[in-house]
């Protein structure tokens, strides 16, 4: 079955970085477009980044658009998501989710705060 597992989270001060990266498993990595996604404590998920088959292309949310960076490893079938100038409203459960399939993983948390 589909599995998804992402890793990275933590705690980090304004203006700091994480990358976060999700390993996926029981499908065709390389076949499906990849996305990340966040929800924040008390708020509805969202959507943040899309990156295509192949890498070929990405898109951003508005509110992470030049600051985060989509990327992807078919060989190792891992997605990631670069987070750079990151800010306390940027606190949330992350979770990445391949295009083709409902799956969700359990998430990783990043918390911005100083």
């Known amino acids: 079955q589909v599995q998804l597992v992402e890793s990275g989270g933590g705690s980090v001060q304004p203006v700091g970085s994480l990358t976060l990266s999700c390993v996926a498993s029981g499908f065709i990595f390389r076949l499906s477009g990849m996305s990340w996604y966040r929800q924040a404590l008390g708020k509805e998920r969202e959507w943040v980044a899309y990156?295509?088959?192949?890498?070929?292309?990405?898109n951003y949310a508005d509110s992470v658009q030049d600051r985060f960076f989509i990327s992807r490893d078919d060989a190792d079938n891992t997605v990631y998501l670069r987070m750079n100038s990151l800010k306390p409203e940027d606190t949330a459960r992350y979770y990445c989710k391949a295009v083709l399939h409902d799956t969700w993983g359990q998430g990783t948390q990043v918390t911005v705060s100083s």
């Open positions: 990156i295509t088959t192949a890498g070929g292309g990405a």
